[in-house]
């Protein structure tokens, strides 16, 4: 099967509004005097999540750190089982933290991740995910802020990769299969 970018399904400057004010909504819940965690899941998380701390007030304290896990499963559908590639470098325990996804699709990466970060008893743990696609869920996953719910569709750029292309693409576009 071979892929074609299709139409633009949310452009740069609709992901650009969303993401001010997801993070203005980040800094007001967290309290801007309150220390903030932001954790990103690469790879897809990185575009948006570098975007989002951006927009964050500069009188804040922010700190950034990445994990990088897959979760067990052929390409398509996940099994929730989640193997880390690379950890947090930090602590996080009593430490407000967000963690930042591209997309939530079944839930089971999240879910998993979610308990594993528990266990690691931060001050708080919220979600937050660019897209979500709800019709798709197969465990529940509480997404505390989220940028835009889509249907169950391909789509790629802005992290959002097919194969691992087109995640510099600044719009999310459709993918025409052939
Ligand atoms: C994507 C996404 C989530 C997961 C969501 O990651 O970033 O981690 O799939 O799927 P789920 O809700 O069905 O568990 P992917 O494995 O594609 O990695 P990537 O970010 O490196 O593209």
Redesign the pocket.
């Known amino acids: 099967m071979s892929y074609k970018l299709g139409d633009v399904i949310l452009s740069r400057e609709a992901i650009s509004r969303r993401v001010k004010e997801i993070a203005e909504q980040i800094a007001k819940d967290n309290g801007k005097d309150k220390s903030l965690v932001v954790v990103g899941?690469?790879?897809?998380?990185a575009f948006f999540l570098t975007d989002l701390v951006r927009e964050m007030p500069e009188d804040m304290d922010i700190r950034v750190d990445f994990m990088s896990?897959?979760?067990y499963g052929d390409s398509t559908t996940?099994s929730?089982i989640v193997r880390i590639f690379h950890d947090l470098k930090s602590s996080i325990e009593g430490k407000n933290v967000v963690v930042v996804?591209?997309?939530?699709?079944?839930?089971?990466?999240?879910s998993h991740l979610l308990d594993l970060l528990k266990n690691r008893n931060p001050a708080s743990l919220k979600v937050c995910v660019l897209l979500d696609k709800k019709e798709?869920r197969?465990t529940e996953v509480k997404v505390d802020y989220c940028g835009f719910s889509i249907p169950d569709e391909f789509v790629v750029g802005y992290?959002?990769?097919c194969a691992g292309m087109w995640r510099h693409l600044k719009d999310i576009k459709g993918v025409i299969e052939e």
């Open positions: 899941i690469l790879t897809g998380a896990v897959a979760s996940s929730g996804e591209d997309i939530v699709d079944t839930g089971l990466t999240l798709r197969k992290g959002l990769d």
